[in-house]
C-alpha cells in the first residue's frame, strides 16, 4: 500500500464518514435551507465562540473572502512573508480584492515581531494605502505560535485599530499541543479559518468565523466568487463526522510525527530539522534528492520535495504505526 505523507489532505473518507454523508438531509444552500450546513455552522460558531460562521469549498476561499469582508478596494493586510495567506494564494486578495499585502519576515517560530509590524502600519496619507488587518497563521508550518503571543498580538491590533485575522487551517492541531479547548485558540481574532480537509479528515471544506456582519459580507463575496453551493449538506455532514470522531486522535498524528522524527535522526546522512504536531522537516545533501525520491517512490513512499528548502512529511488518518516503520526503513535503506 501507498504511504503518502506529502500532506494531511490526502486522506480518504472513512466509511463511518461516508455513510454520514449519504443520510444526511440537505436544501438549497444558496437560499439558506441546507439544514446539515445550518448546523455546521452553528455548531462551529457556538463552539469556537463566534457569532457567525460559514462553511466554503476551501481554505483559500476562506481565507480571501476573510481578507475581502475586513478590506476594501485599497487597504493593506500585514502577513508574514512566509504565510498561506501571502505566498500560496496565488495573490488572490491582490488579484480579486484590490487589496495590498504588506509581508513580514517571520521568525523561526512563525511569529511576526510586532515591533515590525508596528513599524509598517501606515499614516493615513494618499501617498500609503490604508493599513486595515493583521493575519496569523496557526499552525506554522506544523509549528503552534507561542500561545502568550495570540494575546498580544491581538493587544497591538486593537491599540491601532486593525482587525485581526487567523488563518487556523490547523487550528485543531494547534489546540492539541497547547493542550487547550479551540476556543482558547480562537478567541483573539476578529476572524478564524478552518479546515475540515486537512487533518480532520473530511473531503472538502472550511469554515470562516466572525461576527455578523463580517460573515454576511463573506458570504456576499462567496456568491461573487462563484463558491455559493447548493445541496452542499453532504459535505457539511462529512465535516461533522469529522468535529465528532477526528479531533482527538490528531494527538496520535502528532505522537506518530514525533516517532518518525526520532527514527530518522538515527539514519546517517538525513538531518531532521524539525518536528512540530502532525509534521518532519528533513534535509539531505542536495545531490542526492533526486535520487532520493525515486528511492522513496519505489518504496511506495510519497513526500512533498521541492515547496520548502526541507522535506517535509505529514502524518495523518491514513498513516498507521506499520506505515511508520516502514517509512524509516526507506529511509534507512538509502546510500546518502
Ligand atoms: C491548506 C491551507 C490553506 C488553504 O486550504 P485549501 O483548502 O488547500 O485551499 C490555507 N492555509 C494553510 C495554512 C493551509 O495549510
Known sequence: MLIDLRSDTVTQPTDAMR???LRAPVGDDVYGEDPTVNALQERLAADLGFAAALFVPTGTQSNLLALMSHCERGDEYIVGADAHTYRFEGGGAAVLGSIQPQPIAQETDG????????ASIKPDDPHFARTRLLT????WHGRPLPFDYLAEARALATRRGLGFHLDGARLYNAAIAYDRPARDVAASFDSVSVCLSKGLGAPVGSVLL???ALIDRARR???VAGGGWRQAGMLAAAAMHAL???VARLADDHERAARLAEGLRRVDGLVVKGCHTNMVFVDVPAARLKD????MAAHGVRLSIGYLPSIRLVTHLDI???AIERTIDAFASFAY
Open 292 to 295: 532520493l525520491a525515486a528511492h
Open 244 to 246: 465528532d470522531h477526528h
Open 221 to 223: 463575496w462567496r456568491k
Open 19 to 21: 455513510e454520514a454523508m
Open 320 to 322: 498507521d504505526d506499520a
Open 210 to 212: 466572525g461576527s455578523a
Open 136 to 139: 496569523l497563521e496557526n499552525t
Open 111 to 118: 511569529t511576526l515581531p510586532l515591533d515590525k509590524v508596528e
